[in-house]
């Protein structure tokens, strides 16, 4: 069965710290692997993955795929409290239905 | 602004009742979906909907039906509310041709409570 697992499940930080959030997965014919930032509101679009070993950065936030160890891993360096929020990992599933199977996120807090 | 918008925000409503959630995309989207998000924040697909097309359909009570009446809308109505359809509902959009194809793009969040 498909399956996205995302480690850890909630994390508690200093500002200033650096992270790094992991998702790993099983999909059939893996295709691409999105990362969503979600606050109180609606998740949030960052990275989309596609190519194993490129960089995707954006700010203080960057992603990389590992195609070989069916992961990905989320760096967010000097972290301030906004980063504060439910980091998703998605992944689509085989078919064209374009089913995102999501992990189960990580609950990151930024303390001052 | 582009975006996918939703309404209501906020919807409060008595157990047995009927209600509708609407939604809009001015991306020039072609596919539509509906998410459902509990106190775990677990995001759960119910629907999809690719233009017009229904294309995902999970196990979902048959007391919840989208209808979408054009590839920019996609609504949903709920009959019968019980207390645990209370969570909040997600619209997002994607577009199947782009390069992005996989992206989805969120409305804001209707958070439903049953009473």
């Known amino acids: 069965e498909d399956k996205v697992v995302q480690s850890p499940l909630s994390l508690v930080v200093h500002e200033g710290d650096t992270v790094t959030l992991n998702c790993s997965y099983e999909?059939?014919?893996?295709?691409?692997l999105l990362w969503y930032k979600q606050e109180k509101k609606a998740p949030t679009f960052l990275f989309m993955l596609t190519s194993s070993g490129i960089e995707k950065k954006s700010g203080r936030l960057s992603s990389i795929l590992d195609k070989k160890e069916l992961s990905s891993i989320l760096n967010i360096t000097a972290t301030q409290t906004g980063d504060s929020a439910i980091y998703l990992c998605a992944v689509p599933r085989a078919g064209n239905n374009r089913k995102l199977i999501w992990g189960l996120g990580t609950s990151l807090a930024v303390n001052p | 602004d582009t975006a996918v918008s939703q309404t209501p925000k906020y919807l409060v409503t008595q157990m047995g009742n009927d209600k509708s959630i609407k939604c809009e995309q001015n991306l020039g989207h072609d596919t539509m979906y509906w998410y459902k998000q509990d106190s775990k924040k677990f995001l759960k697909i119910m629907f999809s909907y690719n233009n017009k097309e229904l294309i995902i359909n999970e196990t979902v009570p048959n007391r919840f039906s989208p209808k979408s009446p054009d590839k920019a809308h996609l609504n949903l109505h709920i009959n019968s509310l019980e207390l645990g359809d209370s969570a909040v509902y997600f619209c997002a959009s994607s577009h199947r041709t782009s390069g992005r194809t996989d992206t989805q793009y969120f409305g804001p969040g209707t958070r439903l409570t049953v009473l």
């Open positions: 999909v059939t014919n893996f295709r691409s």
